[in-house]
């Protein structure tokens, strides 16, 4: 069974902090998506990484893959209250099964 | 373009029931995938279907079983229900079923299990 662990589980911070939330495994994984999700919505994708070492940057978010594909971290630069929500990463092997870590729960205080 | 919908919304079974839960999947999407999300966890895989047929499965008992139809909605069945069944039911659709593909996601249907 491959697992995905987040940390921190919670996070509360203020307004205009910077941020880092990982995702690790044992596993090797062909893909790995970042989602956030929304209480009483379902996730939304934000951010897909393939290569192994591979950085993308979305606005004030910046993801990235490890080396041997087995973990990945999300940094967020100058946290704003919109940024509130749970934050997801999902690992995809090529036998069409996906993992699903429990996420980071991220307060943003005004 | 019509995203994810899935229907009902909100769901109260007994134990020993069964249920339906439906999916119809984004325009132009012919892969759909049922996810299962415990309060406080992420979203669990049960299984995909592509094309009307089952394309992969995580680890769920044979109880939960789905469907795809030609349209490409989808049906996820539950028999026996059981307490721990207790979830949010969601589904996702995308264009294909290959790994790097989106994911779009409805809002879930709420089952609980008394």
Do not use: M
Not at chain 1, 32 to 56: A, S
Not at chain 1, 80 to 85: E, N, S, V
Not at chain 2, 40 to 47: D, L, N, S, T, V
Not at chain 2, 48 to 72: H, K, M, V, W
């Amino acid at each position: 069974t491959q697992l995905l662990e987040q940390s921190p589980q919670f996070l509360s911070i203020q307004e205009g902090e910077n941020l880092t939330v990982y995702c690790n495994s044992s596993s090797v994984f062909s893909s790995l998506q970042w989602y956030r999700q929304e209480p009483g919505e379902g996730p939304v994708l934000l951010v897909t990484v393939v290569t192994g070492g591979e950085v993308k940057k979305l606005k004030r978010l910046t993801f990235q893959f490890g080396d041997a594909r087995k973990d990945s971290s999300l940094h967020i630069t100058a946290a704003q209250p919109g940024d509130t929500g749970l934050y997801l990463c999902a690992g995809f092997t090529n036998a069409g099964k996906s993992t699903f870590g429990d996420g980071t729960t991220l307060t943003v205080k005004p | 373009e019509t995203g994810v919908t899935q229907s009902p919304t909100h769901l109260i079974k007994t134990r020993g029931q069964q249920v339906t839960l439906r999916c119809s999947s984004q325009s132009g999407h012919n892969t759909v995938s049922w996810y299962q999300q415990a309060l406080g966890q992420g979203p669990q895989f049960i299984f995909q279907y592509y094309r009307e047929e089952e394309n992969g499965r995580g680890n769920f008992p044979p109880r939960f079983s789905g469907l795809q139809f030609p349209n490409y909605s989808s049906e996820l069945n539950v028999n026996a229900l059981e307490l721990d069944d207790s979830a949010l039911y969601l589904c996702a659709s995308s264009r294909t079923p290959t790994t790097n593909e989106k994911l779009f996601f409805g809002s879930g249907t709420q089952l609980s299990v008394l």
